[in-house]
């Protein structure tokens, strides 16, 4: 979501003792060659004073080969092609 923090739409939800991520992020740089991720994810929605949904968030550590963890294809860049950009993605992961 970048600067964009309420557009984060990668969801995490208590499953039990685990937390369960799905969604997906964009334009990670050098995404696929890290062996753990810091993930924020959307895990509750709020209502302020004045009506307006928050949403609330939390990080997560994932590790590379978690179960439901994949990299989408390499992204195609005009520019700033010195490093590798890629989509993580999550399912029930």
Request: proline share 1%; charged share 30%.
């Amino acid at each position: 979501a970048g600067t964009d923090a309420q557009g984060v739409q990668t969801k995490a939800v208590l499953d039990g003792d685990e937390w369960v991520l799905n969604g997906s992020k964009c334009f990670i740089t050098n995404g696929k060659y890290a062996d753990v991720y810091i993930i924020i994810a959307v895990t509750d929605v709020v209502e302020d004073k004045k009506g307006r949904k928050k949403k609330l968030f939390s990080a997560f550590i994932v590790e590379k080969g978690t179960p439901g963890f994949t990299f989408g294809t390499k992204e195609k860049k005009m520019g700033i092609r010195g490093s590798a950009t890629y989509e993580l993605i999550f399912q029930d992961c």
